[in-house]
T-cell receptor, first 109, second 112 residues
């Protein structure tokens, strides 16, 4: 079964607002990766977090890895229409990379 | 430019036929993967290969087969034993298991 869970499944955001999507694992992860898939496209690697409590930023995107290495979050500030898509987290509870079901983001202009 | 090429982009087959999806990479990556994506279910691992001439079953390998005769190539065969083959199939590669994956643009398979 799926070992990495993401919430919410859908996020409808007003352009300019902030939002956060969360990723939770039942087991400790060696690292957490985030991907973005635009509508009709394929997943694109965004970032990898490895250390407990690690925080990384990419422009308006802030990624955080939990202290216990069982959860992660992606926070987007001042949402733009270019942020539309599905954001996946993925982690290694074992050798295989396990993907969450994703958070699909739509933006109201 | 380096990357992963999947072909064809769209594929239609009749029920009961085997079909092979192509995946080629020129990134010099050792590891390659096949995922299936269905709406609302994220990505599920079908097969993976860490090195040439070796591959392992993923979470949903039944009805699928693969080969890894060359480092650059990891074709996936969807056999007639796969009960619900219509899906979006994604191939990926990585330098190692702990690195980010590079995905191909995918093949949308429709079985009628």
């Amino acid at each position: 079964g799926q070992q990495v869970m993401q919430i919410p499944q859908y996020q409808h955001v007003q352009e300019g607002e902030d939002f956060t999507t969360y990723c939770n694992s039942s087991t400790t992860l060696s690292n957490i990766q985030w991907y973005k898939q635009r509508p009709g496209g394929h997943p694109v690697f965004l970032i990898q977090l490895v250390k407990s409590g690690e925080v990384k930023k990419q422009k308006r995107l802030t990624f955080q890895f939990g202290e216990a290495k069982k959860n992660s979050s992606l926070h987007i500030t001042a949402t733009q229409t270019t942020d539309v898509g599905t954001y996946f987290c993925a982690g290694h509870p074992d050798y295989k990379l396990s993907f969450g079901a994703g958070t699909t983001v739509t933006v109201r202009a | 430019d380096g990357g992963i090429t999947q072909s064809p982009k769209y594929l239609f087959r009749k029920e009961g036929q085997n079909v092979t999806l192509s995946c080629e990479q020129n990134l010099n990556h050792d590891a390659m993967y096949w995922y299936r994506q269905d709406p609302g279910q994220g990505l599920r691992l079908i097969y993976y290969s860490q090195i040439v001439n070796d591959f392992q079953k993923g979470d949903i390998a039944e009805g699928y087969s693969v080969s890894r005769e060359k480092k650059e190539s990891f074709p996936l065969t969807v056999t007639s034993a796969q009960k619900n083959p219509t899906a979006f199939y994604l191939c990926a590669s990585s330098a190692s298991a702990d690195y980010g994956y590079t995905f191909g643009s995918g093949t949308r398979l429709t079985v009628v």
